[in-house]
C-alpha cells in the first residue's frame, strides 16, 4: 500500500483522507467545479461548495430528491430498438430472418420497430448512481434511501447494465424532458465521488501522478466550471476549449495538415472595461531545473502562452491587442505568483495550493482574475 493509500485508510471519520498529498475533499471540490451540477444554475450549489467534507451526502440528497420528482411525475419515457418474431406485422419486417427461418409457414414475421420503454440509458445511469453513492454517503439513512430509490427504479423495469460516459455524452435533453438535466448531472457527479479514494474498496483512484492525464482535465474543466459560475453575473464571458488561427499570409499546399493547431484552455472577456485573460492550465510543477540555475519556468509552456497571446494581436480586436495571459499551475503548500510584461502582452505564472482550505482556494482563483 502506498503512502497515501495509508493515510486514506488509516484516517478515522472525521478525519481529513488524502490522494498524494491533495486532500480529498479538495479533489471532490475540483469535480464539483468541473460538474455540470455546478454550472446547471445553482442549485444548492453555495451549500455545495462550503461544505466540500459532507459533498458525497449533499449530492446524495440532491440526486435522491431529483428522482423522487421525476418518480412522482413519472420517469422519461424513451424509444428502445426490439428485435422480435410476432404473429403480426410490427414496425418493418426483417425479410432475411423471415425467410431464414421460414417463419410465414408458421403465421409468424420478424419484425424490428421501436418501442416506447422506462428502461432508457439515462434513468440506467441514475439507477447506478444512486447505488454508486450509497456506498459513500456517511448517513445509513441516506444510504437505504438511495438503495430503496435504486430498487424502486428496477422494480418500474430499469434494468440492464448501465451506459458508459462516452455513450451518456450522445445523450440529447428535449424540451419534454428538460426536469431530468439536474437529476443526471447530480448523477454523474455521484459516480465521480466514488472515484477518489486509495483506501480499500470497490473504487479506487491511483496516485495523481499515474494518472495525469485524469487529473489534467479535471482540473481544466474545474478551472472553468468555476469562472463560468462565479464571473458570469460580474458580466464577463467565459469560453472554454476554444481555437485560435494563425495570421497566415502565404503558404504551400501541404502546410493545413501539419500546422499545430492553438487551442486555448479558458478565455474571459470582460466588454465593459476591455479586459480579456487566457488562461492556460498546466498539472505539474511550475518551474524545473535549469542549466544554470537551481530553477526555471518551463520554456515551452512560455512560448506556448506568448504564441497565444501575440498571433491574435493587429487584426482589429482592441481586446485581442491588449489581452493578458495566465499560466495556472495546482501546488501543494508552494505559492508562485510572478508577472511580466512582453511587448505589451502581461503574462502571468502564478500557482493554485491544493492543500488549504476551500474558501482560500476560491480566493486564490479569483484573485488571478482581480475579482477577489
Known sequence: MTAAAASAASAAPGEVGYIGR????????????????????????????????????????????????????????????????????????DVLRTERYQLLSRGLVACRFDELSIDTPRNRFVRA??????????????AHRCRALAN???????????????????????????????????????????L??????ANLLVLPGRELAWVRRLFERAVGGFYAVTLSPQGWKVKCGGQLGWQI??????????????????????????????????????????????????????????AYLRSQVGQGDPMADRASGLLLHPAVGETVDETVLIQGQRIRFATVDL????????????KMVGAG
Not at 129 to 142: G, H, M, N, Y
Not at 159 to 187: K, L, W, Y
Not at 355 to 366: D, K, M, S, Y
Request: hydrophobic fraction near 40%; aromatic fraction near 6%; charged fraction near 30%.
Open 129 to 142: 448512481a444512486l447505488e454508486s453513492i450509497a456506498r459513500i454517503v456517511s448517513r445509513k439513512d441516506l
Open 196 to 201: 477518489p479514494t486509495e483506501a480499500s474498496g
Open 355 to 366: 492543500a488549504v482550505g476551500v474558501g482560500e482556494i476560491r480566493q486564490q482563483l479569483l
Open 22 to 93: 491533495i486532500p480529498v475533499r479538495n479533489l471532490w471540490l475540483l469535480m464539483l467545479y468541473a460538474s455540470d451540477l455546478f454550472r446547471s444554475g445553482g442549485t444548492k450549489a453555495v451549500e455545495l461548495e462550503d461544505n466540500p467534507d459532507d459533498l458525497p451526502d449533499l449530492v446524495a440528497e440532491l440526486l435522491a430528491h431529483a428522482v423522487e420528482e421525476r418518480q412522482r411525475r413519472c420517469l422519461s419515457l424513451g424509444y428502445r430498438a426490439r428485435d422480435e418474431v410476432l404473429n403480426r406485422v410490427r414496425g418493418r419486417i
Open 249 to 306: 499570409e502565404d503558404k504551400t499546399a501541404g502546410i493545413d495538415r501539419i500546422l499545430p493547431s492553438m487551442r486555448t484552455d479558458i478565455v474571459l472577456d470582460h466588454p465593459a472595461t476591455g479586459r480579456r485573460i487566457v488562461i492556460d492550465t498546466k498539472f505539474n510543477a511550475i518551474v524545473t531545473r535549469g542549466w544554470y540555475r537551481e530553477e526555471t519556468l518551463r520554456s515551452g509552456y512560455v512560448y506556448q502562452i506568448y
Open 152 to 194: 424502486g427504479m428496477k422494480a418500474m423495469g430499469v434494468s440492464g447494465q448501465a451506459p458508459t460516459r462516452a455513450q451518456m455524452s450522445t445523450d440529447r435533453f428535449g424540451r419534454n424532458d428538460a426536469e431530468d438535466c439536474i437529476m443526471v448531472a447530480a448523477a454523474q457527479l455521484a459516480f465521480d465521488l466514488a
